[in-house]
């Protein structure tokens, strides 16, 4: 199984600030990478795909990068909005390789 | 509008089976993989399982390998998790999901399973 690993496990940002967050395959997943916003009491909503395109209706404000096994999600003005968890997921290899998600970065007010 | 909604969600002692139910509209359901997601309380995203469009392939995590079943019905639109031998670790908001190559760009609201004496 790949494990991903995402850090900061909590980021403090002021709103209108640049918000960079990490995450780490144990192996190279490729470009096989997506990005989650998810809210309280919500279900996830995609935002980034294949490691770097924008899922449809997501602000330019969201940027994805990376490939191999180092990944960015880049948020350039937070809104407030914008504050709520983030969870990085590989999809190398499916199927049938396991799909796996990382721990998941809060995005807090500073 | 594109959605999905999932049913069955409940109360249910250790040892017990459930079936829960995702119903796809919007959508040309039949063409897409689906899979489930689950999330303990305050806890992260896991992948539990998959299938295929024509749901001849399914997959599991190995957490539920031998106790649950992933099934669709294309003429009715909806995806089911057959879950049997539950346990307490199984309690989890269960989301529905649209593959999109292996993304989820498509989540239901989720059903809540507790499992619990």
Redesign the interface.
């Known amino acids: 199984?790949i494990v991903m690993t995402q850090s900061p496990a909590t980021l403090s940002v002021s709103p209108g600030e640049r918000a960079t967050l990490s995450c780490r395959a144990s192996q190279s997943v490729s470009s096989?990478l997506?990005w989650?916003q998810?809210k309280p009491g919500q279900?996830?909503?995609?935002l980034i795909?294949?490691a770097s395109t924008r899922?449809?209706g997501i602000p330019a404000r969201f940027s994805g990068s990376g490939s191999g096994t180092e990944f960015t999600l880049t948020i350039s003005s937070l809104q407030s909005e914008d504050f709520a968890v983030y969870?990085c997921?590989q999809?190398?290899n499916?199927?049938?390789t396991?799909?796996?998600?990382?721990?998941?970065t809060k995005v807090e007010i500073k | 509008e594109v959605q999905l909604v999932e049913s069955g969600g409940n109360l249910i002692q250790p040892g017990g089976s459930l079936r829960l139910s995702c119903a796809a509209s919007g959508f040309t359901f039949s063409i897409y993989g689906m899979s489930w997601v689950r999330q303990a309380p305050g806890k992260g995203l896991e992948w539990v399982s998959g299938l295929s469009s024509s749901g001849a392939g399914t997959f599991y995590a190995d957490s539920v390998k031998g106790r649950f079943t992933i099934s669709r019905d294309n003429s009715k639109n909806t995806l089911y998790l057959q879950m049997s031998r539950l346990r307490a670790e199984d309690t989890a908001v269960y989301y529905c999901a649209k593959d999109l190559y292996g993304a989820f760009d498509v989540w239901g609201q989720g059903t809540m399973v507790t499992v619990s004496s």
């Open positions: 199984e096989n997506a989650y998810q279900a996830p909503r995609l795909y294949g899922a449809t969870y997921q999809y190398n499916w199927p049938p396991p799909l796996t998600f990382g721990g998941g």
